[in-house]
């Protein structure tokens, strides 16, 4: 059985992308029906960006992919789970996680890349 994910008036929905050893959350992003689509055709973490308002496939340019263990939905179907390997770093400012920081600001996650040296295209 397959469980329809209601991806509601805009066609998207959050997913959550968890380091599926750690547990640690590494980000939040958007998926359409295609980008889930796509996650699930290739094993590698797909979303739609807002503001660009494409499909991405998770570290297509800097290499920071992230490879699919399992997806999952949550209990209304409106929210997705990816549990992923992630090679690298999640996010795009360097750190593992996006989730690097506390509201008063103190760093307390790890920086693992340069990102500079990864988007220097960019």
């Known amino acids: 059985m397959t469980v ?4 509601g008036e805009d066609g998207l929905v959050p997913a959550v992308a968890q380091d599926a050893d750690s547990g640690e959350v590494l980000m939040l992003a958007y998926v359409s029906s295609e980008a889930l ?3 699930i055709e290739t094993g590698r973490a797909h979303y739609y960006s807002r503001s660009r ?3 991405w496939e998770k570290g297509a340019s ?3 992919t992230q490879e699919i263990r399992e ?3 949550d209990c209304d179907a409106d929210t997705l789970l ?3 390997d992630q090679n690298v770093g999640a996010c795009h400012t360097g750190h593992r996680s996006c989730f690097y920081r506390t509201v008063e600001g103190e760093n307390v996650g790890e920086r693992v890349f340069d990102p500079d040296a990864v988007y220097d295209d960019e």
């Open 37 to 39: 689509e796509r996650t």
């Open 82 to 84: 990816y549990l992923v």
């Open 4 to 7: 329809d994910v209601d991806f």
């Open 53 to 55: 308002d494409e499909l």
């Open 71 to 73: 997806v999952r939905v």
């Open 62 to 64: 800097s290499g920071h």
